[in-house]
């Protein structure tokens, strides 16, 4: 475990947090679609990713579900710190988007490594600015795109984080992610195929305008 932590993480933290890491750290394999955080569940981990992609989502009183960002190797999430310095329950759904290696960093060393490690300090502050500013771009999205520009974004992001211009998907999945309808997903990744953006296959988009 410590060489991939250094592979991914060894120019940011010092080899005493990295052996730190490596000693308190589980590590976890998880398959496509696993289900990592539960909205209303204790957390009781922050997750460091080593490989893999993550999709975060929130979701309404209705149940319907919204995309906020991804997650990639050498990220963690910033909801997953806010719950753990707060000691809350989870407000979001991490699901994983591809097959995931992580380490699981226990709640209790959060602080301490705050205090401890210069590195661990920036690291997070760093990750939960990014973090933010995703969310924000989420909300802009929604506020000032049209639902075909919506959706031409959220398919470039998804092969970005999946490495791979063709993606095995659903009209419906997709319309999940997207707070919308499959009905209105479908007439529009039609109209992206027709201006040549996308080409649809059966289960797979292939992504043209990357």
């Not at 990220?75 to 591809?98: L, Q, V, W, Y």
């Not at 909300?139 to 490495?163: G, Q, S, T």
Request: aromatic letters at 8%; glycine letters at 4%; hydrophobic letters at 40%.
């Amino acid at each position: 475990m410590l060489e991939n932590l250094k592979s991914q993480y060894g120019y940011l933290f010092e080899d005493e947090l990295l052996q730190e890491i490596e000693k308190v750290g589980s590590y976890k394999e998880v398959p496509e679609d696993f289900m990592l955080i539960d909205i209303g569940q204790k957390i009781k981990a922050m997750p460091l990713l080593l490989s893999g992609a993550i999709k975060i989502l929130r979701e309404d009183e209705k149940g319907d579900e919204l995309i906020l960002y991804f997650i990639e190797q050498g990220d963690t999430c910033a909801m997953t710190i806010t719950c753990c310095i707060g000691d809350k329950k989870s407000e979001i759904r991490a699901i994983a988007e591809t097959q995931t290696k992580l380490i699981m960093i226990p709640v209790e060393k959060m602080s301490e490594w705050m205090g401890k490690y210069k590195s661990w300090q920036n690291f997070i502050l760093q990750s939960y600015h990014e973090r933010l500013m995703e969310m924000l771009e989420t909300i802009d999205n929604i506020a000032f795109l049209k639902m075909d520009e919506r959706l031409l974004k959220y398919l470039r992001d998804k092969a970005k984080v999946n490495h791979n211009d063709c993606l095995q998907t659903t009209h419906q999945e997709i319309a999940n992610d997207l707070h919308t309808s499959r009905v209105v997903i479908s007439r529009l990744l039609k109209a992206l195929e027709n201006n040549k953006q996308i080409q649809l296959q059966r289960n797979f988009i292939k992504i043209i305008d990357l």
